[in-house]
T-cell receptor
Framework: AQSVTQLGSHVSVSEGALVLLRCNYS??????LFWYVQYPNQGLQLLLK??????LVKGINGFEAEFKKSETSFHLTKPSAHMSDAAEYFCAVSDLEQAGTALIFGKGTTLSVSS | DGGITQSPKYLFRKEGQNVTLSCEQNLNHDAMYWYRQDPGQGLRLIYY???????QKGDIAEGYSVSREKKESFPLTVTSAQKNPTAFYLC?????????????FGEGSRLTVL
């Protein structure tokens, strides 16, 4: 079965600092991978996704992620944090082995940004 | 504007009562999903439906029921059998042919049992 592990339930950075949110997955087949962002009491918004092709994926709001098959990782980065980036972030994998293919989510990482 | 509408946004219920959460989409998507979100636990799949009049249990279906009588609608009923129903509930959808693509989410419904 596929699974997603997000390392660190809370990450704190200063405004202008590098943001790095870690995600590792387990899958027996090449996965499709996603990062979502959630603001308090709202739904999830897609930041970026990896399906096939280029392993460095750029998303909205200046975020990017790199698929590394050898490390089974899909870490999310942003060069310079803004106060508005404070939110909860979820990594997800698409279960390609099962019909229905609901996304499997990690437990989330809360990003705090201080001035 | 196309999207997914969940209602109500906030709901309070007494123990022993069934409640139904509404999920409506005008995206013409075939597949719809219900997730439950608890602090520190991420999102867990309750039920999903790929076509009208068909649905499957997810990982935590006990105490919940759904129906899919129309393509646009996928209501979730939280029954009195659900032992700990207080949570944030998220509905999502995906178009046909995008079997492994991203899900589109509604704004969520927060249920509190008093």
């Amino acid at each position: 079965a596929q699974s997603v592990t997000q390392l660190g339930s809370h990450v704190s950075v200063s405004e202008g600092a590098l943001v790095l949110l870690r995600c590792n997955y387990s899958s027996s087949v090449p996965p499709y991978l996603f990062w979502y962002v959630q603001y308090p009491n709202q739904g999830l918004q897609l930041l970026l996704k990896y399906t096939t092709g280029a392993t460095l994926v750029k998303g909205i709001n200046g975020f990017e992620a790199e698929f590394k098959k050898s490390e089974t990782s899909f870490h999310l980065t942003k060069p310079s944090a803004h106060m508005s980036d404070a939110a909860e972030y979820f990594c997800a994998v698409s279960d390609l082995e099962q019909a229905g293919t609901a996304l499997i989510f990690g437990k989330g990482t809360t990003l705090s940004v201080s001035s | 504007d196309g999207g997914i509408t969940q209602s109500p946004k906030y709901l309070f219920r007494k123990e022993g009562q069934n409640v139904t959460l509404s999920c409506e989409q005008n995206l013409n998507h075939d597949a719809m999903y219900w997730y439950r979100q608890d602090p520190g636990q991420g999102l867990r799949l309750i039920y999903y439906s790929q076509i009208v009049n068909d649905f499957q249990k997810g990982d935590i279906a006990e105490g919940y029921s759904v129906s899919r009588e129309k393509k646009e609608s996928f209501p979730l009923t939280v029954t009195s059998a659900q032992k700990n129903p207080t949570a944030f509930y998220l509905c999502a959808s995906r178009p046909q042919g995008a079997r492994a693509g991203e899900l589109f989410f509604g704004e969520g419904s927060r249920l509190t049992v008093l």
